[in-house]
């Protein structure tokens, strides 16, 4: 058995379906919980330390402690802590996203964690083994929030797989029912990662108006407006910051996207705790967004001041289910 094939058994993982990484909020207990209970592998995104920790431990209470749950960080953002805590939470793997990944793989090895770096094409898959990773995550442009892709995922998945030589490769982007799982575990993926459908649950911490807009949307766009401190695009609907400042493309002011490369260093220090705050002094005409997103927390008028993250599948997503019943409906 090699270790693609020993993927899910290592991990104990019944049905090839990955619930995203979603970051600030958006994953809480009660969702992970639901899908890793349901047969899936719910992971918690990045946020603060406190809430991350909680999170993860409600999780566990609801799928029980057999299940397995996964975390996801986003690289700039991770601290010592988070690593600690995926220890202590035993996390069965880790997805991380973003440039320089390496002290954390070595971090989450020295804690005995595999670690599955996302990556968009050949040459970032090259790197990514080169840094130590046990597996890849592929994803493609089609793909909701966060990006490393740069090309579809039926060109990219090919070739990461080559580069992974026998490592176990997840594939994301456009996922949205069982058809696109197995076309995928076809094509050579272990599992399936859905982000956008698990943002349409009933356990998602997404405002309820963003949900909305999303079911309701016509396009995506591709952006790098949302860069203050996350230089790398997203994919996103339309709302009025993107409307203010972006191009029918997408493509956000060159000096926005200067001001958000620069300001990158600075933005690390803001805690992931006080996103909230961070979103209340956002302005449409300011012109100046973080990576936060509306949570049910929220006032609803923050959809149109913060990011919209949702992927392609948005275009065949018709409804808001329980998390449980999004596993049964991707099950290959
Ligand atoms: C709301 C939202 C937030 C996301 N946040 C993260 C994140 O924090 N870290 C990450 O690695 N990927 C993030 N992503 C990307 C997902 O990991 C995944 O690649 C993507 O959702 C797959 O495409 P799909 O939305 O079409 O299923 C996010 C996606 C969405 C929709």
Redesign the pocket.
Known sequence: MNSAESFCEQIGLEIPVVQ?????G?TTGELVGAVSAAGGLGTV??MGDHAFNATLGKARRIAGPKRPIAA?L?VPFVHQSHIDICAEQHVSVV?L?GVGAERWIHALHARGIPVHI?VGDAEQAQRAIAAGADGLVA?GI?????HMAVKPLAQALPEILDVAAGRPVLA????ADAEDVRRLLAAGAMAA?????F?LTDESG?HPEYQRRVLEAKQTLRTQLFSFGWPLPHRVIPNAATERWCGRDGTAPAWIRSIGRVASPVSRVIPLSALGTVAKLQRVNLGLFTAT?PLRSMPAEFADRTAL?????LHRLRDIIPAAEAVARLAP
């Not at 990662?193 to 459908?197: D, L, P, Q, S």
């Open positions: 995203a990484g979603m970051g600030g958006v995104g990045i996801n986003l997805t996203l996302t994803q089609e793909a909701g929030g966060h994301a982007g456009g996922v990662i859905a982000g956008t459908r943002l997404a997103l993250y949702a992927g392609e599948t």
